[in-house]
């Protein structure tokens, strides 16, 4: 299933995601997009994401991890494994995301915002991505 993460409504935010790498001298560098946004139900979209390797070396064993958080709340997390993922490549998927009921509360609740991490793990390292996002 997808590698994406996204929310659960409109794609407009307060611009695009933050990269905090864990490690210094690692040569894997990464973007994380969210491509697209695409309403499957009430409490459900259709996230399509794009990781993307931009250092000058092989990153190995890349696992995205995406957790989106609602005023503090969990209201949705996935994971997914890569594998490797050469220099200068990158990875795109689409995923389902659906909050459920008392996610959409806690959203309707938080002004229609949440905050998406998105934590890419590989052999060398780990760079957090963290993004505020208005899905409703």
Do not use: H
């Amino acid at each position: 299933d997808g590698g994406g993460s996204g929310g659960g409504g409109s794609d407009g935010g307060s611009g695009g995601p933050t990269a905090t790498p864990s490690m210094a001298d690692t040569n894997a560098s990464f973007e994380f997009t969210i491509e697209q946004i695409e309403e499957c139900g009430q409490t459900c979209r259709e996230v399509t994401a794009t990781v993307a390797n931009d250092g000058g070396a092989a990153a190995e064993n890349v696992v995205v991890e995406t957790t989106m958080y609602a005023d503090g709340d969990v209201v949705w997390e996935g994971t997914e494994e890569i594998g490797d993922l050469p220099a200068n490549e990158s990875y795109t998927s689409t995923r389902e995301v659906d909050v459920g009921l008392s996610g959409g509360a806690k959203i309707q609740q938080n002004d229609g915002y949440v905050t998406i991490e998105t934590v890419i793990d590989f052999g060398d390292g780990q760079e957090v991505f963290t993004e505020r996002r208005q899905v409703a």
